[in-house]
T-cell receptor, first 110, second 115 residues
Framework: NAGVTQTPKFQVLKTGQSMTLQCAQDMNHNSMYWYRQDPGMGLRLIYYSASEGTTDKGEVPNGYNVSRLNKREFSLRLESAAPSQTSVYFC?????????FGQGTRLTVV | AQSVTQLDSHVSVSEGTPVLLRCNYSSSYSPSLFWYVQHPNKGLQLLLKYTSAATLVKGINGFEAEFKKSETSFHLTKPSAHMSDAAEYFCVVSDLTSGTYKYIFGTGTRLKVLA
């Protein structure tokens, strides 16, 4: 069972570069999420998608865009990366009240 | 809005002694609450969840948590710590907004287990 799959696992970007983090789930869940994890701050919600074709801002959306390509896939795009976006990014999907998380993407912006 | 507060950022215990990780929540309705564990450089694993059934919830690896509405608490316990329990633990509350669940994380408690 793949569950929630994120790519890439690691990435180093230069300031100003762009990139897209990919996420796919095979559990037929309607809701998907992007979080970032920073030391001492837990996980903070960037964007979420309640269903295919809908997206909403979370707690820390600035500097990010998302696309819910279909029911399976939810991507996160950094248009112009900044050092403040150095973090570990987690994608999740949920059914009812339980969320399932990917293994994370460790992003460093230099 | 829902929120959770993890009262300790770091907890150290000796192997074989009890573990207590504290979590208080704020919710305008009966919440769903979770504990997740994250081992170093790993993803998040669900330990247990409370969804308005039994107030004492048993999870994996010998962990359990008790939902206490009067104290707005959901503390995580284990009778006897093992070295493999060393990890970061997150208390999470679900927030139902416009028909969609969002998951609000506490800031985490890092558990250290001493030999």
């Amino acid at each position: 069972n793949a569950g929630v799959t994120q790519t890439p696992k690691f990435q180093v970007l230069k300031t100003g570069q762009s990139m897209t983090l990919q996420c796919a789930q095979d559990m037929n869940h309607n809701s998907m999420y992007w979080y970032r994890q920073d030391p001492g701050m837990g996980l903070r919600l960037i964007y979420y998608s309640a269903s295919e074709g809908t997206t909403d801002k979370g707690e820390v959306p600035n500097g990010y865009n998302v696309s819910r390509l279909n029911k399976r896939e939810f991507s996160l795009r950094l248009e112009s990366a900044a050092p403040s976006q150095t973090s570990v990014y987690f994608c999740a999907s949920s059914r009812d009240t339980e969320a399932f998380f990917g293994q994370g993407t460790r992003l460093t912006v230099v | 809005a829902q929120s959770v507060t993890q009262l300790d950022s770091h907890v150290s215990v000796s192997e074989g002694t009890p573990v207590l990780l504290r979590c208080n929540y704020s919710s305008s309705y009966s919440p769903s609450l979770f504990w997740y564990v994250q081992h170093p450089n790993k993803g998040l694993q669900l330990l247990l969840k409370y969804t308005s059934a039994a107030t004492l919830v048993k999870g994996i690896n010998g962990f359990e948590a008790e939902f206490k509405k009067s104290e707005t608490s959901f503390h995580l316990t284990k009778p006897s710590a093992h070295m493999s329990d060393a990890a970061e633990y997150f208390c999470v509350v679900s927030d139902l907004t416009s028909g969609t669940y969002k998951y609000i994380f506490g800031t985490g408690t890092r558990l250290k287990v001493l030999a």
